[in-house]
């Protein structure tokens, strides 16, 4: 584990394999909770803590329990309990410590239980044969820093959108598809391979 | 396949699953909001039809906003005075009175009265058909479409097809204004349940465009305004309207009307072919 390593990960995970933008992971809350960008970093937020534990968590069951046991094939099944465990640990936390982002997140947060981000950088941590714990860690820091940064700068560009004038057919979902997808396009610009 | 495997996938999940299940009801002792006693008893009685209509997104919403005051306890059109008359008990304050309300449509142009410009075979939606040239196949542009997107809002099964346009049932209705907002054309309002003396027309165009768009339409010859005693018809903007506070439903307006564009229950007149 070196210094590049991380900083590799880094430049992966947030930009190059940006979960929103290029692994298409995450849509729902990033379509969802888009609007305001006070919003969207409080998500934000809570996606890098819970993506922080899962990758941590996980990283020790897949290895330490399944491994040990060879029942890998079960990895599925482990990690969603351990992720919507924490969930509800974090949507229990957020009640009693910040009420106000609790009501803002909404619906939203029960929803990162099923976020395919979450299960998803797990899975990515387990099948990176080079990856170690701190190095799965930061992987899972970095995928969330990196679903934070699409969805405040595309809740940036929504507030932007909702004092224009747009075609009334165009108003609301349809349009933030069309921006999300313009982001997307502009994300593959940063697709080379980095030697991971 | 062996056992083994078998016996280690069952214990290791039903373990994590116990494990994390313990830790999550501790996490739950431990960060336990106190939550104000009021709320579940309000939710309780609210419909749970979640319908909107008091203006917040649904049952739990609006039983909070009631808790933290910041809500009028007669929002819930729908549960009607029971419901308010329960808010009000929990919320420890006197019930006040209200008048149960229903939604009414304005426009009586179904398909023998009204005249068409042309046949509209699109979309079963009432925007849609609006978008067309002229707003809607209907010769009145103030017309009801008959598309039915005030019933695929109507939650109550309280909008009935009647000849092409569409007719609130009074007694399923809970005026949970869902459907006023749904109709392109604003032709539902809520009517005071107890005054059935309504104007089936709401079209502003004069008395001679509407004779021939429609043999049921306000032609605003103000033969009402003449007729009631009370002072509760007017004619504006070249339709009638009917003060609901003066009106005292002795029908004498409806006798009047030349083209039966006003309504009653007690009365019904023959159109005249």
Redesign the interface.
């Known amino acids: 584990m070196d210094v590049t390593q991380v900083f590799l990960i880094m430049l992966s995970s947030i930009f190059v394999n940006n979960f929103v933008m290029s692994r298409f992971l995450g849509i729902c809350p990033f379509l969802g909770v888009s609007k305001k960008i006070e919003t969207a970093l409080g998500m934000g937020v809570a996606v890098i803590f819970v993506m922080a534990l899962a990758s941590a968590t996980t990283y020790i069951?897949y290895n330490y329990?399944?491994s040990l046991?060879?029942?890998e094939f079960?990895y599925n099944?482990?990690f969603i309990?351990?992720i919507a465990?924490l969930v509800?640990?974090v949507e229990?936390?957020l009640?009693?410590s910040n009420?106000s982002l609790y009501q803002a997140l909404g619906v939203y947060l029960p929803l990162i239980t099923t976020n395919c981000a979450v299960l998803g950088v797990c899975v990515i941590n387990k099948d990176t044969p080079s990856f170690g714990f701190i190095a799965a860690v930061f992987n899972g820091i970095f995928a969330a820093v990196g679903f934070t940064l699409a969805i405040v700068l595309f809740a940036g560009i929504r507030e932007r959108i909702e004092r224009n004038n747009i075609l009334p057919h165009f108003l609301g979902f349809p349009i933030a598809l069309i921006t999300a997808g313009l982001m997307s396009i502009a994300f593959l610009g940063f697709a080379v391979q980095l030697p991971l | 396949m062996d056992i083994s495997t078998i016996a280690f996938s069952a214990l290791t999940i039903s373990g994590m699953g116990l494990l994390l299940g313990t830790g999550l009801g501790y996490a739950a002792v431990k960060f336990k909001v106190e939550a104000d006693e009021r709320l579940q008893l309000i939710r309780d009685i609210l419909p749970g039809a979640n319908c909107g209509g008091c203006g917040y997104p649904g049952c739990d919403a609006y039983a909070e906003a009631v808790v933290s005051g910041s809500a009028p306890l007669t929002a819930c059109s729908v549960g009607g005075a029971a419901v308010v008359a329960g808010i009000s008990e929990i919320m420890g304050v006197e019930a006040v009175a209200v008048t149960k309300q229903v939604a009414f449509v304005k426009c009586n142009g179904n398909n023998t009265n009204a005249l068409f410009k042309y046949d509209y075979s699109g979309l079963n939606d009432c925007q849609a058909a609006m978008q067309l040239a002229g707003g809607g196949s209907k010769a009145c542009i103030y017309g009801c479409l008959g598309c039915g997107s005030c019933y695929n809002v109507c939650r109550f099964e309280a909008i009935e097809f009647v000849d092409g346009i569409v007719k609130i049932n009074r007694e399923k209705c809970t005026a949970c204004k869902q459907c006023v907002g749904a109709c392109p054309k604003s032709l539902i309002t809520l009517v005071p349940y107890d005054n059935y003396v309504n104007v089936t027309c709401n079209s502003r165009d004069a008395g001679k465009i509407v004779r021939g768009n429609c043999k049921v339409g306000c032609i605003s010859c103000k033969m009402c305004e003449k007729a009631c005693k009370f002072d509760a018809v007017h004619v504006e903007n070249n339709c009638a309207i009917i003060d609901y506070d003066k009106c005292t439903m002795c029908d004498e307006c409806v006798k009047k009307c030349p083209t039966s564009a006003i309504v009653s229950k007690t009365f019904v007149k023959e159109t005249k072919a």
């Open positions: 069951v329990v399944l046991l060879n029942i079960l099944i482990a309990l351990i465990s509800q640990l229990m936390f009640k009693k009420p």
